[in-house]
């Protein structure tokens, strides 16, 4: 009978470095996320009630379609970042965590992509 060390045991599954970078990145798209929510909300608030058309010039306002791009971007950027913890926490086997990884990220940059495009399309 083979004494297995622990260091055999997670030889190989240490730290990849990136921890400290993904947490930071987190962080920071969290802090942004903040007032451009605020804004957000306030904002569509402001929009209720409003007619279609009314809707769609607000979007057209070139400083509302910039921030509404912005607010995308770290939206579903902040989204894949969380849902990549989660992952990489919570599911085991390594071929479904990474078929995992890559379709979350996927969908979330196609998400991010459509979102933008779609104030684009608005505003231009």
Do not use: C
């Not at 306030?42 to 409003?50: A, E, H, K, M, R």
Request: charged share 10%; net charge positive.
């Amino acid at each position: 009978m083979k004494l297995e060390l622990p260091l055999a045991k997670v030889k190989g599954l240490g730290a990849s470095g990136e921890g400290s970078h993904h947490w930071w990145r987190q962080r920071i798209s969290a802090l942004m996320l903040i007032p451009l929510t605020l804004w957000f909300l306030f904002s569509i608030v402001n929009q209720l009630g409003q007619s279609h058309a009314m809707v769609l010039g607000w979007v057209a306002q070139p400083f509302t379609a910039f921030f509404l791009i912005v607010y995308s971007i770290f939206m579903f950027y902040h989204a894949q970042l969380g849902l990549q913890v989660v992952i990489e926490d919570y599911v085991h086997h390594r071929g479904a965590r990474l078929a995992l990884l890559l379709f979350s990220k996927a969908v979330l940059i196609l998400f991010g992509f459509l979102a933008v495009f779609s104030v684009l399309r608005i505003a231009l």
